[in-house]
């Protein structure tokens, strides 16, 4: 209920408690939030928190990775944000972070 209303902190500390596999998710939720704003540095974090490596969510980590792979790229560190972009599938990906590279003469 707090993750919805953009109570991370307070989701988070309810989740540790009452429900730590929701820890995953109010991560990844604070992590586009934070993307959102323009802090990817401290999205990359929580981008990684968010990773389950759970078969049933399979999809939901890779919009992790895709996360991971922009913030990257927007933090400057290029090498790991393509790395990550490459191996996901879909061109989507691969195109938005190429545009994230010519915003930044790479």
Known sequence: MRRDCIQFEAAMILAKVYDPE???YI????AEQLEFTGDSG????FYEQGITKKEKDLQY???CFIGLARCYIKVGDIKKGAT?????PGKEIKEECAKLLEGLKQ
């Not at 991560?27 to 604070?30: E, G, I, K, M, P």
């Not at 401290?42 to 974090?45: D, N, P, Q, S």
């Not at 990550?84 to 996901?88: F, G, S, V």
Request: hydrophobic fraction near 55%.
């Open 27 to 30: 991560s990844a939720a604070h």
């Open 22 to 24: 929701q820890i995953p």
């Open 42 to 45: 401290a999205a990359v974090k």
């Open 61 to 63: 980590d890779q919009r």
């Open 84 to 88: 990550i972009a490459l191996r996901l």
